[in-house]
């Protein structure tokens, strides 16, 4: 039996009464760039390129511990707070409620090249001190950039986090504030020094030189989409394998990397994300320690991270390498839904008569064409050659025809 249509050309509802029907998302379509693997693919590049076109340009989630590196006619440009597309004077730049932002090195990121969560000396100091305690109790640590990202974000779960509106509004309220959280982090890190007098005044001087440029995110937003059309990119911070809730967990960033932190991070609406745009390196590379599958400890990734120039641009470490992943990339694919990807470093695998890429893994035999949960309980637990016994990883092999 054909379903009933209302007079008024809205369907009925199966429990009755009359549903809307789904209309075309008003107001413009933003494009957003997202890292695919674990960070450093060269989505600065990509930016660069979006930006000359761009009327406004965003930054949604992260912190200073994410390091964008561009080159614009022979002059680098790291940038660590700022979008990069700020390289584009026509563009305004605009950092949304999803960011942490660490004031000193906002001015200083600004010097040298209402809603937004704000980061202390404190919480860069209890990062560090963070480090110290997991290697000592548990014999290793995550491998922060040690900025501050990871206890700015517990703070704001926590309900104790201070922002931007909190800093511009009633200082002493906002001074009363600092001064418990800071109390709350003496007393779980006896040794932790903070010189609170001092960091409030520098503060209060910050307040009146970022006043000017703080504007209400939300309606900001809105009427960015729904006013004159503009062209609105956002730039991804860190990747989907960071992401602290995708991504190889615990060894993961705390936001939300994947395009679900646009949404949360900048309060566009779903159905106002237009092109997704994942950036992928033809190998692999990650910071710090978790798991990494096609990793190459021998020459082959000796001379990817030579010749890619494999160092990190916030901490300065070196990258560890590996050959392509298709599996994790399928799997980024499938929380991300990315509409094109962008390709970059394939020239750094020119000098190899042979290129490896991984298409799937095997679990106790059985091929899987997932990215397991459970490799990182293994990887947590170091069972060494027995682990490798059950794991491995299935190539696909290119030969160069000479």
């Not at 660069?48 to 965003?58: H, M």
């Not at 209060?204 to 809105?222: L, N, S, W």
């Not at 020459?299 to 994790?328: A, F, M, N, P």
Request: hydrophobic share 40%.
């Amino acid at each position: 039996m054909a379903a009933s249509r209302a007079s008024n050309g809205r369907a009925a509802h199966p429990g009755g009464g009359l549903k809307r029907a789904r209309s075309e998302p008003g107001g413009s379509r933003v494009t957003v760039v997202l890292g695919a693997q674990w960070g450093d693919e060269g989505k600065g590049k990509l930016v660069d390129l979006l930006a000359t076109e761009a009327d406004i340009v965003c930054r949604c989630q992260g912190g200073n511990n994410a390091g964008h590196t561009v080159v614009v006619d022979g002059k680098e440009y790291d940038f660590h707070l700022f979008p990069s597309g700020i390289i584009n004077p026509k563009a305004i730049s605009f950092i949304g409620n999803g960011v942490v932002i660490h004031l000193p090195g906002l001015f200083e990121e600004a010097e040298k090249n209402e809603k937004k969560g704000l980061l202390f000396d404190f919480h860069q100091a209890v990062d560090g001190l963070q480090e110290v305690q997991r290697q000592a109790q548990e014999g290793k640590n995550i491998g922060t950039t040690k900025k501050g990202i990871g206890p700015t974000y517990s703070s704001k779960a926590a309900r104790t986090g201070l922002r931007i509106c909190d800093l511009l509004s009633d200082f002493d309220e906002f001074s009363s504030r600092f001064k418990n959280l800071a109390h709350q982090y003496k007393s779980m890190f006896p040794t932790l020094e903070i010189d609170t007098e001092g960091q409030l005044k520098k503060l209060k001087g910050y307040a009146e030189k970022i006043r000017p440029m703080v504007r209400d995110g939300v309606y900001f937003m809105y009427e960015a989409l729904h006013g004159s059309p503009k062209k609105i990119l956002i730039e991804g911070a860190n990747a989907a394998l960071l992401d602290i809730d995708f991504g190889t967990y615990p060894f993961v960033t705390s936001s939300n990397c994947t395009v679900g932190g646009v949404c949360t991070g900048l309060g566009v609406p779903p159905q106002n994300i237009g092109e997704v745009y994942g950036v992928v390196k033809a190998y692999t590379t990650r910071v710090g320690i978790g798991a990494f599958p096609t990793e190459q400890i021998n020459e082959i990734g000796d001379i990817l991270q030579s010749r890619g120039h494999e160092w990190g641009v916030t901490t300065g470490r070196k990258r560890r390498c590996g050959w392509l992943d298709l599996v994790i990339l399928r799997y980024a694919h499938m929380i991300n839904g990315f509409t094109a990807l962008a390709l970059t470093k394939l020239d750094i695998l020119d000098v190899l008569d042979e290129i490896k890429i991984s298409v799937a893994y095997k679990l106790a035999g059985k091929r899987i064409p997932y990215f397991p949960g459970m490799f990182f309980f293994f990887f947590l637990k170091s069972l060494g050659d027995h682990f490798f016994s059950l794991f491995s990883v299935k190539y696909f092999v290119l030969k160069s025809q000479t």
